[in-house]
């Protein structure tokens, strides 16, 4: 009689019981991965400033002086950067008038006003944080200061301040064209802003380029 051989292997009802746990165990470990994933994500978006906006913000800001226009004895034409504090930080006001580079083809006006300045959150995660604003006026009126639309360019902002210069010798805090009869040729500017749980300085310089006298 021949020897029958037993094949050693599993069964249909072991693979299946393997197949179960194996989904459990991966089961598992996606809840965990998407739930830390989830945690993080929403961790991160609460803890102040992305670095990307950040420095979105300073080339928007220093990209705009740069293309500063100015006439002098030109009452509707002016550059005025303003001192101010807020809790104890740096809310500098810088209003002035620049050129707009894709005028033709968005049919805009070719000069228009411009104002960079902070305006509180509403609800701020921290006390003394608040909206960096970008306030845009096509019409170059009178009233320099006012009208035109706010656009928000930065959240979780603690303080910006702005420094002028005539040669980068001597800095000053406040500029006015209506008094000095002209621009500073240079412009330096910090936003100290908060990035995940502590407080960032950054810093750019600008050179105010389209000067007609």
Same mark, same amino acid.
Not at 89 to 113: H, K
Not at 137 to 148: N, R, S
Not at 156 to 167: A, D, P, T
């Given at each position: 009689?021949?020897?029958?051989? *037993?094949? /050693?292997?599993?069964?249909?009802?072991?693979?299946?019981?393997?197949?179960? $746990?194996?989904?459990?165990?991966?089961? @598992?470990?996606?809840?965990?991965?998407?739930?830390?994933? &989830?945690?993080?994500?929403?961790?991160?978006?609460?803890?102040?400033?992305?670095? #990307?906006? $950040?420095?979105?913000?300073?080339?928007?800001?220093?990209?705009? $002086?740069?293309?500063? %226009?100015?006439?002098?004895?030109? #009452?509707?034409?002016?550059?005025? @950067? *303003? !001192?101010?504090?807020?809790?104890?930080? /740096? /809310?500098?006001?810088?209003?002035?008038?620049?050129? /707009?580079?894709?005028?033709?083809?968005?049919?805009?006006?070719? $000069?228009?006003?411009?104002?960079?300045?902070?305006?509180?959150?509403?609800?701020? #995660?921290?006390?003394?944080?608040?909206?960096?604003?970008?306030?845009?006026?096509?019409?170059?009126?009178?009233?320099?200061?006012?009208?035109?639309?706010?656009?928000?360019?930065?959240?979780?902002?603690?303080?910006? *301040?702005?420094? %002028?210069?005539?040669?980068?010798?001597?800095?000053?805090?406040?500029?006015?064209?209506?008094?000095?009869? &002209?621009?500073?040729?240079?412009?330096?500017?910090?936003?100290?802003?908060?990035?995940?749980?502590?407080?960032? !300085?950054?810093?750019?310089?600008?050179?105010?380029?389209?000067? %007609?006298?």
């Amino acid at each position: 009689m021949r020897r029958i051989r *037993k094949k /050693n292997g599993f069964t249909l009802v072991e693979i299946s019981i393997v197949m179960m $746990i194996l989904s459990v165990l991966f089961m @598992g470990l996606f809840t965990v991965f998407y739930t830390s994933n &989830k945690i993080a994500f929403k961790g991160s978006a609460k803890k102040g400033a992305n670095r #990307k906006d $950040i420095l979105y913000a300073i080339e928007n800001i220093r990209s705009t $002086i740069t293309r500063t %226009y100015f006439i002098d004895n030109q #009452k509707r034409i002016l550059f005025a @950067g *303003k !001192k101010e504090f807020f809790s104890n930080a /740096n /809310n500098d006001r810088l209003a002035f008038a620049t050129s /707009n580079p894709n005028a033709e083809e968005e049919g805009q006006s070719s $000069i228009r006003e411009v104002s960079f300045y902070l305006r509180q959150m509403p609800n701020p #995660k921290l006390e003394g944080l608040m909206y960096l604003i970008r306030r845009e006026d096509e019409m170059v009126d009178v009233f320099p200061t006012q009208g035109g639309v706010e656009h928000i360019l930065l959240e979780n902002v603690k303080s910006l *301040k702005f420094l %002028y210069s005539e040669r980068g010798d001597k800095w000053v805090e406040d500029w006015n064209s209506r008094t000095t009869k &002209k621009i500073p040729r240079l412009v330096r500017f910090e936003i100290v802003a908060l990035v995940g749980n502590a407080f960032v !300085k950054y810093e750019s310089l600008a050179h105010p380029g389209i000067l %007609y006298k």
